[in-house]
T-cell receptor, first 115, second 116 residues
Framework: SQQGEEDPQALSIQEGENATMNCSYK?????LQWYRQNSGRGLVHLIL?????REKHSGRLRVTLDTSKKSSSLLITASRAADTASYFC???????????????FGQGTILTVHP | EAGVTQFPSHSVIEKGQTVTLRCDPI?????LYWYRRVMGKEIKFLLH????????ESGMPNNRFLAERTGGTYSTLKVQPAELEDSGVYFC??????????????FGPGTRLTVL
């Protein structure tokens, strides 16, 4: 599997339900970032979690990080039709306490929220 | 504060032609990155500037690609001559300090390049 691999590849839910997306990676990381991409548009930064953090919240988003399992999850609670987008995790590899400064992306999860 | 901007938003060229993409980072961001997503594949790193210097160009596919950042402000990515496999979306991102533990990269809208 590749660094920053998301699971599932596609997720279809009803408005109001929660959506959970998972990401696995291979190397030691400095931080992990989640991005959203609406169709045909740029990447919007959602949340960054550092390697020494286990959980982080931002509005309806909750991100967890388990460095022992090299995995992260993104939970969107009370989803809305406007949350329909592709979601990517991206890892920033650890360069001995600092960062290389380049992100490694997975292929993303396509989330569809039906009204 | 303006975000990362890219120009053009779309470019359609023929194989063998030259195309130059431009990226204007967020003001004050020393770090500028280029990424590319070809159809069906993941977004891949191309290179990283710190100010005007190339910090890491390990992702550049071949010598048909030339990136510059004169003066440490905007950057250009030139593809010459373009090949069919260069088609994709080219993203630019910028950040404040790549050495920080929580350095967020902010992405531009991308340039969709189609090589016919």
């Amino acid at each position: 599997s590749q660094q920053g691999e998301e699971d599932p590849q596609a997720l279809s839910i009803q408005e109001g339900e929660n959506a959970t997306m998972n990401c696995s990676y291979k190397t030691s990381i400095n931080n992990l970032q989640w991005y959203r991409q609406n169709s045909g548009r740029g990447l919007v930064h959602l949340i960054l979690i550092r390697s020494n953090e286990r959980e982080k919240h931002s509005g309806r988003l909750r991100v967890t990080l388990d460095t022992s399992k090299k995995s992260s999850s993104l939970l969107i609670t009370a989803s809305r039709a406007a949350d329909t987008a592709s979601y990517f995790c991206a890892t920033d590899a650890d360069a001995g306490g600092t960062s290389y400064g380049k992100l490694t992306f997975g292929q993303g999860t396509i989330l569809t929220v039906h009204p | 504060e303006a975000g990362v901007t890219q120009f053009p938003s779309h470019s359609v060229i023929e194989k063998g032609q030259t195309v130059t993409l431009r990226c204007d980072p967020i003001s004050g961001h020393d770090n500028l990155y280029w990424y590319r997503r070809v159809m069906g594949k993941e977004i891949k790193f191309l290179l990283h500037f710190v100010k005007e210097s190339k910090q890491d160009e390990s992702g550049m596919p071949n010598n048909r690609f030339l990136a510059e950042r004169t003066g440490g402000t905007y950057s250009t990515l030139k593809v010459q001559p373009a090949e069919l496999e260069d088609s994709g979306v080219y993203f630019c991102a910028s950040s404040h300090d790549h050495r920080a533990a929580a350095d967020t990269q902010y992405f531009g809208p991308g340039t969709r390049l189609t090589v016919l």
